[in-house]
């Protein structure tokens, strides 16, 4: 039997609309290539090898609303997470133990002379969501609040949230904080600390507004309320009064001195508003 023979029209139509094809998939890889070069990306898309060639001023995804993701801390968590070392920053992190609140970006800066006092260099933080089930005086309102801490380390840390605010208003962000550090013997003093009292202005909290919207703890844009302490109960941390009109980052950061064997910080009701 011979095999089925085509018109000559009908192969020439044929091979045409293969090319057309293969053409077409080529400009697909071409221009998503394009986009991927040059279009801005949120940091917690960026690898930490491509993260060098970002400028650290970098938008995060903003919610396109007026008020805060997740501000009691009764959601879950997530693996977003910033830092910033002796060498630069941001870089996006893929630690395990970091596990921020649903809405939020870990962040903390480590390895950095300078920050802490004694020569000490502040490290990199263990981040959860607490529940009170574990101890009722830690968490301020609901079943949750978040936390983390750092073991024999001092720390230079917090969580931020990107919003975007529509029209210029008067916006302002109180929160709630809850600490407890001290540190065991054989270490001396000060780090040879009783755990049953505070230590005078080692660690302490305050919360801050970007109103520019970069994720830099270190902008000197941020509008910074004072530093707090709120040892072993919730306080109310200064409320602060911005003027805002689209992007902006809210901050909640934490300072310690000593690399004290026990550095908890507790964070719960964050409302902008």
């Known amino acids: 039997m011979k095999p089925m023979a085509f018109p000559d029209g009908y192969v020439r139509q044929h091979r045409i609309f293969v090319l057309a094809v293969v053409l077409f998939a080529l400009g697909l890889i071409v221009v998503g290539r394009l986009v991927y070069e040059v279009a801005p990306l949120s940091p917690l898309a960026v690898p930490a090898a ?92 609901g079943t949750q609040s978040a936390r983390y801490f750092t073991f024999w380390r001092c720390q230079s840390a917090g969580l931020l949230q990107g919003v975007h605010l529509y029209g210029i208003r008067q916006a302002s962000v109180e929160v709630q904080a809850w600490y407890s550090n001290c540190s065991t013997k054989p270490y001396d003093l000060p780090l040879d600390y009783n755990c049953s009292s505070p230590l005078d202005a080692h660690l302490k909290v305050r919360i801050g507004i970007d109103p520019t919207g970069v994720v830099d703890p270190h902008s000197e844009h941020i509008v910074w309320s004072e530093w707090a302490e709120s040892y072993g109960e ?14 902006a980052t809210v901050f909640l950061q934490s300072l310690s001195d000593w690399p004290l064997k026990h550095e908890d910080v507790y964070w719960d009701w964050v409302v902008l508003e």
């Not at 995804?61 to 693996?79: H, I, Q, R, S």
């Not at 830092?83 to 395990?96: L, N, R, S």
């Open 50 to 141: 491509r993260m060098a060639h970002f400028n650290v001023f970098i938008p995060v995804a903003y919610k396109e609303t007026f008020g805060l993701v997740n501000g009691d801390f009764e959601g879950g968590a997530t693996g977003d997470q910033l830092y910033w070392d002796q060498f630069g920053g941001p870089y996006v992190g893929e630690f395990v133990e970091i596990r921020a609140p649903t809405g939020w970006t870990a962040y903390w800066i480590q390895g950095v002379e300078g920050i802490c006092v004694g020569g000490y260099n502040p490290g990199r933080p263990e981040y959860n969501v607490f529940e009170n089930w574990m101890d009722p005086r830690r968490v301020y309102s």
């Open 234 to 247: 919730y306080k109310r941390i200064f409320t602060l009064h911005v003027s805002l009109n689209g992007p």
